[in-house]
């Protein structure tokens, strides 16, 4: 049994099969994975979380909650949550990665300087794609952070 732990590369296969970011010469630095959302888009400490969910205004649809405020940065930045009574931990990151992908494919039409915290809600962990991505659209049409293509 020689090699199965070590995949013959001196690293455990777990850890040897982990996706890696690609370097790229030009910049000098690695680039981030395709289907991850830059740094700067990502509101990540808690006191920010705090804030936005205090003083933010909420809109609730059946699948997600969001609450919005505006910032000083000029980018949006986005969070999610998703609470304990929403399951397990493998259906509280499902239903993240879930709104962590509508919201990605949206960035370009969501209006800048905002710091927005999308709440999960059950239903969203096994809701079809399409009523996820429609119903994150929604919210962001009704707060008017969605900016109309010409």
């Given amino acids: 049994m020689e090699g199965v732990a070590n995949a013959g590369c001196g690293l455990h296969w777990k850890v040897a099969s982990l996706p890696t970011a690609t370097h790229d010469p030009e910049v000098g630095r690695a680039r981030r994975p395709a289907g991850t959302m830059e740094r700067k888009h990502r509101l990540t400490r808690s006191i920010d979380f705090k804030r936005v ?17 505006p910032n000083d940065r000029g980018t949006t930045r986005i969070g999610i949550s998703a609470a304990r009574s929403l399951g397990n ?18 960035l370009p039409e969501i209006a800048g300087g905002w710091d927005i915290v999308v709440i999960a809600r059950p239903e969203i962990v096994n809701a079809e794609w399409s009523r996820v991505r429609n119903g994150i659209r929604k919210l962001l049409k009704q707060s008017d952070l969605w900016i109309e293509e010409n």
Avoid: D, F
């Fill in 89 to 106: 931990a493998v259906q509280r990151n499902r239903a993240k990665r879930r709104l962590r992908e509508a919201l990605r494919a949206c």
């Fill in 53 to 69: 969910r205090r003083t933010g205004r909420s809109l609730a649809h059946p699948l997600a909650v969001l609450v919005y405020l």
